[in-house]
Each structure stands twice: as structure tokens, then as C-alpha cells.
């Protein structure tokens, strides 16, 4: 029996699943079947396992003020170690990053997600374990779209066009540090109601379109 696949799946709450509402928050989860992570693990079949790790307002690698939980890179570290072996880490962040009182570039951003992907570079060993570093996949957010709340305008002020300049620049982080890219820009674009999350027809496209990326990855 040929053994599954595992996939990590790591990012904020695009991957946790956030149903949009106009009025911001308070929200609820989709189901598992609604959320891209469960339509790739539908398109794929039995011969992969996805594990989720989202969480919403995650960051690539800064520490928000008022939330201690959320930067990515202080937390992925053990998430590898606690998941090996793996074969596959899709990192799907920078949304967050993009928020006005960060004051982060695009540049900055994609290095941000560098710093994600070298520690799945170094993951190797885990804790007491002789398991190899997975393949690693950065997925680039789609841009943001207008927001009706005016508390996310403030939030997310320039976040339009700093979301719209990430594709070019993950895509370019991800030549030079040869691992696999996808743009979601390419496929969907942000539909939620509060012009930041997605709708269950995005994430459904989403979820089919990196199946199809998976597959190719994991055959190699």
C-alpha cells in the first residue's frame, strides 16, 4: 500500500476558513468541504493527507501589538516538528502584513515569507527524528478589494495596491530560492463582502486549481 502524502497547509484566516461579513467580525468557520484546503483534499483523493494550521490575522514574521500569537515565523517551527514527516508546506500569508500600521513594502513582505521558507528548509531532523525537510510551496494572496467597514479602511490602508505588487515579488523570492509558487490572483479574486476573505466559490476554485499544482510537485 503506497503511503499517503502529507500537506501542510499554513497560513491565516484564508486558510482557517472566515466567513466575510459586512460588519467585520464577529464570524463563523465554513466547513472543512467549503474551505480550500478541504476542496484540494476532495480533487486530490485518498492518497494525500492535508493537515491546517490557520489562524486568522497571522503574519509572515511580525509580532502584532496587540495579539502575541500571531507571527507566523515564531510558531512554524514547531508546527513542522510536530507534523513530520511531511512532504509538502503550502504557505499561504502576507495579507496581514499589509496592514497600514505595519508599514511593511511588498519587498519586505516577500522577505517575510523567505524567512518562512527557510526554516521549512531547515526542519530536517524534527525533534529526535530522521525525516527530511519537505518541499515547500508559496501561495500568494489575491489583492485585497474595497472594504465597506470603515474600521478594516483604516486597518488595511494602501493594502490594495501593496496585496496587488506580492505576486511579482513572491514570484520572484521563490526563483531565487528555488522552491514551488502560486499566484491565487491568477484564479480567483476576492469576493467576500468585506473585501478581504474569501467566498465559498473562491475557495472551492482555489482549493481545484492547487490540487492540480500539488500533484505535479509531489510526482517529481
Excluded at 509580532?63 to 513542522?80: E, H, I, V
Excluded at 503550502?90 to 497600514?100: A, E, P, Q
Excluded at 500539488?214 to 510526482?219: D, R
Amino acid at each position: 500500500m503506497t503511503p499517503q502524502k502529507s500537506i501542510l497547509c499554513y497560513g491565516d484566516s484564508l486558510t482557517w476558513g472566515w466567513i466575510p461579513v459586512t460588519e467585520g467580525a464577529p464570524t463563523l468557520r465554513y466547513p472543512y468541504p467549503d474551505r480550500w484546503t478541504g476542496a484540494m483534499a476532495a480533487r486530490l483523493g485518498e492518497g494525500y493527507h492535508i493537515i491546517e494550521e490557520g489562524l486568522s490575522a497571522r503574519t509572515t514574521s511580525l509580532d502584532d501589538p496587540n495579539d502575541p500569537r500571531l507571527n507566523g515565523s515564531a510558531y512554524l517551527p514547531a508546527a513542522l516538528a510536530s507534523h513530520l514527516p511531511l512532504d509538502l508546506v503550502i504557505v499561504m500569508l502576507g495579507t496581514n502584513d499589509t496592514k497600514s500600521y505595519f508599514r511593511r513594502t511588498p519587498y519586505e513582505i516577500a522577505n517575510g515569507m523567505a524567512k518562512l521558507v527557510g526554516q521549512i528548509g531547515a526542519s530536517a531532523g524534527g525533534v529526535g527524528t530522521p525525516y527530511p525537510a519537505p518541499k515547500a510551496l508559496v501561495v500568494a494572496p489575491p489583492p485585497l478589494t474595497p472594504m465597506p467597514h470603515p474600521y478594516f479602511q483604516g486597518m488595511f490602508e494602501g493594502g490594495h495596491e501593496k496585496s496587488t505588487a506580492l505576486a511579482a515579488q513572491y514570484r520572484a523570492m521563490a526563483d531565487f530560492m528555488k522552491i514551488g509558487f502560486f499566484d491565487a490572483g491568477s484564479v480567483i479574486s476576492t469576493d467576500g463582502c468585506d473585501g478581504i476573505h474569501f467566498t465559498v466559490e473562491n475557495n472551492l476554485a482555489l482549493g481545484r486549481a492547487l490540487a492540480t499544482q500539488v500533484a505535479e510537485m509531489l510526482a517529481a
